[in-house]
């Protein structure tokens, strides 16, 4: 059963740069596209990035675009987003998921909060 | 982008009974290859959204058969068959047709 465990989390004033890790286990991490997805406090559900399964290509909604990156280190089995010119809306959980056919796994998430 | 529109349950529902869940897409979900790219998740409280299915109509690994997605190109609907306890919570659908990839704002179901 595939695991992912997210890490990196914190409070950061607006402005600053946070970079999250997703440390991914049982499963071949190479195989699987992978995707970040952000749930603000009481909110719903909103897609913050894909990277395919080799890195080569990388998809964000405008709302990151431009101030959040993903990479993924295949070797280390490790997902990562750089997210730089933090906003007070990108305050969320923060959830990395393993993509097959649909979003197969998740990691427990990890809490961003953006604030002076 | 495609707007992912759901609907809202008459809650609660009574365990026992079944609950129908709809989805409407801004755009059809079906791709060249002829299969439909709709997500259903369920997120208990406290926890990680899990996948109930995918492709439309496909039940994840280990998902009971209780729940079964349905739909055309732009209408799309999940039934749990049977409600239990265990399965309140905010259901949600995804289009993975293209990106930008979207959810539908979520619908809660409660037992009783």
Partial sequence: EGQLVESGGGLVE??????????ASGFTFSNYVMDWVRQAPKKGLEWVASISTGGGNTYYPDSVKGRFTISRDNAK???????NSLRSEDTATYYCAAVKTGFDYWGQGVMVTVSS | DIVMTQGVLPNPVPSGESASITCRSS???VYKDGKTYLNW??????Q???????????????????????????YFTLKISRVRAEDAGVYYCQQVREYPLTFGSGTKLEIK
């Fill in chain 1, 77 to 83: 089995s490790t997902l990562y987003l750089q997210m």
């Fill in chain 2, 41 to 46: 998740f369920l997120q208990r409280p406290g």
């Fill in chain 2, 27 to 29: 755009k059809s979900l």
């Fill in chain 1, 14 to 23: 607006p402005g600053r740069s946070l970079k999250l890790s997703c440390a």
């Fill in chain 2, 48 to 74: 990680s959204p899990q996948l109930l299915t995918y492709w439309m109509s496909t039940r994840a690994s280990g998902v009971s058969d209780r729940f079964s997605g349905s739909g055309s190109g732009t």
